[in-house]
């Protein structure tokens, strides 16, 4: 990974902060998005201590919000003449249902909407990084969501499970449809499932769900196991040219039939757009 640029979000804790870590180790430089500045600094203190060889640098959103994640996109985009590999990691579950600023459900915006306009403001560098690859952490949660486009918001009957569920599949399907985009460009987009590790996730939930979350968590894997995939998928000669797969345990696995469908992944990305106020 020596010369190698990185942007990658999440990477203040669990998964993304083991996987920033251990890139760094392998000689990338880090660029990462938190949205707060002592556990950013905090980051990139442990970056420059673990490999001090390489200028880490952090930038600042809450990534809930379209305006934070398009402005930092362009300050990204900005700074980095070429980025080698994008990691969209940043992901959270909310027991109750709550509203952006934009109008978005908080979990849909952040764990869905995010990925898509970070990705779509740093095209460009990434192009220019080829051969470049994207990853999406998603879930095997894709399993409990259902991808109902009259209901993208999940105003109807919001579950927290489920609406953290539908952002995963959107995960899957949003790089499923970047796959067959960047086709012959030398950009790929491959996605995984961590496995169930015992990170901050879920303690900032809310009500009876982060309890749940916390109990289960006794059994979880430790970051460091869960980061394997994506530092697999990040750094590995192995999967240089697999686009659009679905990676669990460092291996091609077989996502739910809903998170296989191409037409879906389509309108799920014009949808997107259309909700993002990019013209297609
Ligand atoms: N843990 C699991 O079992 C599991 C299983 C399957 C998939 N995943 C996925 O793995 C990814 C990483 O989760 P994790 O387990 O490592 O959880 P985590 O320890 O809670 O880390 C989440 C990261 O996302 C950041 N983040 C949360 N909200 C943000 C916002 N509004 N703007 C910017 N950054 C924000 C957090 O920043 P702060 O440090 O500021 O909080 C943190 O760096 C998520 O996409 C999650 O869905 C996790």
């Known amino acids: ?48 201590a673990r490999a001090p060889g390489a200028a880490h640098r952090v930038h600042y959103a809450d990534l809930s919000r379209m305006a934070d994640t398009k402005r930092v996109a362009a300050e990204i985009a900005s700074a980095e003449p070429r980025i080698d590999v994008l990691i969209n990691n940043a992901g959270a579950l909310f027991s109750t249902r709550r509203v952006t600023e934009d109008g978005l459900e908080l979990t849909f915006a952040l764990n869905h909407m995010a990925y898509f306009l970070l990705t779509h403001g740093l095209h460009e560098r990434v192009s220019a990084g080829a051969p470049a690859r994207v990853i999406n952490t998603a879930s095997s949660s894709h399993r409990r969501g259902r991808l109902d486009f009259d209901d993208l918001q999940s105003a109807r009957d919001y579950r927290g499970l489920a609406a953290y569920g539908l952002s995963k ?69 192995e999967v240089a040219t697999i686009s659009g797969g679905y ?24 949808e997107t757009e259309r909700l993002a106020g990019l013209g297609s």
């Not at 169930?196 to 009876?208: C, I, K, M, P």
């Not at 769900?209 to 289960?216: E, I, N």
């Open 1 to 48: 990974m020596h010369g190698k640029v990185v942007v990658i979000t999440g990477a203040t804790s669990g998964i993304g902060q083991v996987a920033a870590e251990q890139l760094a180790g392998r000689g990338a430089r880090i660029v990462q998005v938190a949205r707060d500045k002592s556990r950013g600094e905090a980051a990139v203190a442990r970056l420059r």
């Open 247 to 270: 990676f669990y345990k460092c291996q091609l696995a077989r996502p739910t039939r809903e998170a296989q469908d191409d037409a879906a992944a389509r309108r799920l990305w014009s």
């Open 169 to 237: 599949l959107c995960n899957i399907l949003f790089t499923r449809e970047l796959a067959r985009r960047c086709a012959g460009t030398g950009v790929t987009a491959n996605s995984l499932h961590p496995g169930f590790v015992a990170t901050r996730f879920g303690d900032q939930s809310g009500g009876l769900l982060s309890y749940g979350v916390r109990l289960a968590k006794l059994f979880g894997l430790s970051s460091e196991k869960g980061a394997e995939t994506l530092v697999y998928l990040a750094s590995s000669p």
